[in-house]
């Protein structure tokens, strides 16, 4: 796991390729669906603000979950396997944006933290992939 979080943010340090270059192709992500646009279950939800509250290196407090957005993504293989969560809360984003901003990985059941806290407006993947998976 510390492995892929590694090559995650990595790849968020990369610089721009110039255009046409088909391995860094980028593709923005807008995460703001609300629960019921993204189509989160109340056990999704409970997970989600589990995962943000026990999250140490965030300061994120379950008063906030109606301030989440949230972008469901093919982080790996086939289907909406990933999920982009953003809060929106005051307290979360700083004076010009840059608002808390997680990546979930799902496995059958369950979501697991994968990026945590990262102060962004927009978020994306690359079209190349490292080790199976999507880069952020």
């Known amino acids: ?24 192709d980028f593709s923005v992500i807008n995460v703001n669906d609300s629960e019921t646009d993204a ?36 982080l790996a293989g086939a289907g909406l396997n990933g999920m982009f ?10 004076a010009t944006g840059n608002c808390s901003t997680w990546l979930l990985r799902k496995s059958r059941a369950n979501f697991h933290l994968v990026l945590n806290g990262v102060a962004a407006d927009a978020v994306g993947f690359q079209s190349q992939m490292t080790n199976g998976f999507r880069n952020v």
């Open 1 to 24: 796991m510390r492995v892929m979080l590694v090559l995650l943010l990595s790849a968020l340090c990369l610089p721009a390729a110039p255009a046409g270059n088909a391995g860094f």
């Open 39 to 74: 189509g989160i279950s109340a056990d999704e939800r409970a997970q989600v603000v589990k995962l943000l509250v026990d999250d140490e290196a965030t300061d994120w407090d379950a008063d906030r979950a109606g301030d989440l957005r949230y972008k469901r993504v093919q």
């Open 85 to 94: 969560v953003r809060s929106i809360a005051k307290s979360d984003c700083g």
